[in-house]
């Protein structure tokens, strides 16, 4: 059982299932397209999913070894990216429906791509968490 490829999955499932009970005690309403969809929302799943393989190998293998280095630095550019460049696009997205609505064209962009510090903040943690989980 390779620990290294079932972490970060058990992190990403259990994360996606957050964030559908999160609107599902926030909206009332169930959404299953959002247990599907890992874009935006409390907590950064992209960010939990990366964040449990690079702990995991600190915990496990040390944190002072060059690939718990690799995988930390490539889990910060994700997490960088998820509050920069997704959450612009979103904002993008956003603007271009607006306009798209004004001349009424049917077809309307995904909004909801990128994150808030804190969401990514907590998916770091929470893919933390995880991967002490499976370290013990």
């Known amino acids: 059982m390779n620990l290294y490829i079932i972490c970060p999955f058990v992190a990403l499932i259990t994360c996606q ?10 909206t009332k309403k169930i959404n299953i397209y959002r247990l599907l969809n890992g874009n935006g929302g409390m907590p950064s799943t992209h960010t939990t999913f990366i964040s449990s393989i690079a ?8 944190f002072d070894t060059p690939l718990f280095a690799l995988s930390f630095i490539t889990s910060l550019i994700i ?4 509050m920069g460049v997704r959450r ?3 904002k993008q997205a956003n603007a271009i429906n607006i306009l798209l609505r004004k001349e009424k064209i049917s077809l309307n962009l995904k909004e909801q791509l990128g994150h808030q510090p804190l969401e990514v903040i907590i998916g770091y943690l929470y893919g933390t968490l995880i991967a002490f989980l499976f370290s013990l």
């Open 17 to 26: 299932l957050i964030k559908f009970l999160g609107e599902l005690i926030k």
């Open 55 to 62: 702990m995991l190998i600190g915990f496990k293998l040390g």
């Open 79 to 82: 997490a960088y990216d998820g």
């Open 88 to 90: 612009e696009s979103g």
